[in-house]
Each structure stands twice: as C-alpha cells, then as structure tokens.
C-alpha cells in the first residue's frame, strides 16, 4: 500500500480516473493468471491486489522513471536519501524475480507470497500503460478538476 500511495497519484494523473481503475483492474487480473499459470496446482486463494499495485510501479518507471524518490536506509546511520525511481523500482522488480525464481527451485514450503503474481503485474503496467495513458498531460491546473 506504501507503493501505491507513492507512486499510484502520479500514474492516476497520467491516464485519468476512469482509465486508472480499469488500468488498475486489469493489472490485477493478468497477475493472478501470470500466478496462476506458473503454480496451477496451488491451493493457495489468489486475488492479485498486490499484483496490481505492481503494475503501477509498472507504468511508473515507463512514465517517470529519472524522477526522484526518497529512501529510508541505513548507511552507518539511519538516513534519508534521493535515487530516482528506476533505481528504487528496479531493486524491487530484481527481488521480486530472485524471490520468484527461488521458490521454484526449493522444495520448502511457500511462503505464500505470488512472487510470479507481481512480476506479471509489473509487466502487464508496463505494457499496459502505452493504451491508458494520455496522449499529451494536462497543464496542472486542469487536472484537478476532471
């Protein structure tokens, strides 16, 4: 939820209201089946709301990404800094797929976390985000009268 509310009024104002929620919606969708299709034995209930939100961060880093955003981290001492988007996204996405692609070679039980769920949701906004979004953005002060 934290990634959403970062990154999802950026994304939201790109596209507009009504094609953010069907844009949202459908990331959604195609996270559960890209879960699905990996693990269809799973017994594991999937609604791809985590997916979703991968897919903001999705169409973020094709929208935004040399915008910057600040990290909390721990260097020496806890601090805050600036990376752009595409440092911070892509460390997450590169995570997501290490995490996914562990999963299914161990033979542990899962952690329940549809790793394969938030990569095809982030996947899905990249691709996605070339239909819904505007094709020239407003000028601030129209957007916030739709």
């Known amino acids: 939820m934290l990634f959403l509310w970062v990154f999802g009024d950026n994304v939201e104002d790109a596209m507009g209201h009504v094609p953010f929620l069907i844009f949202y919606l459908l990331c959604g969708l195609v996270a559960s089946f890209?879960?699905?299709?990996?693990?269809?034995?799973?017994?594991?209930?999937?609604?791809?709301?985590?997916?979703?939100?991968?897919?903001?961060?999705g169409a973020y880093i094709i929208l935004?990404?040399?915008?910057?955003?600040?990290?909390?981290?721990?260097?020496?001492?806890?601090?805050?800094i600036s990376v752009p988007a595409v440092v911070v996204i892509?460390?997450?996405?590169?995570?997501?797929?290490?995490?996914?692609?562990?999963?299914?070679?161990?033979?542990?039980?899962s952690s329940g976390v549809a790793f394969f769920a938030h990569i095809g949701?982030?996947?899905?906004g990249m691709v996605l985000v070339f239909l819904f979004r505007r094709k020239k953005k407003p000028p601030a002060w129209q957007m916030y009268n739709d």
């Open 121 to 124: 949701g982030f996947v899905a």
């Open 90 to 109: 892509g460390f997450w996405f590169i995570t997501q797929l290490f995490s996914g692609v562990g999963a299914l070679t161990t033979t542990q039980q």
């Open 34 to 57: 890209a879960q699905i299709a990996i693990d269809p034995q799973s017994v594991i209930p999937n609604l791809g709301a985590s997916g979703a939100i991968a897919g903001v961060l």
């Open 64 to 80: 935004d990404p040399r915008n910057r955003v600040r990290v909390l981290v721990l260097w020496y001492i806890l601090t805050i």
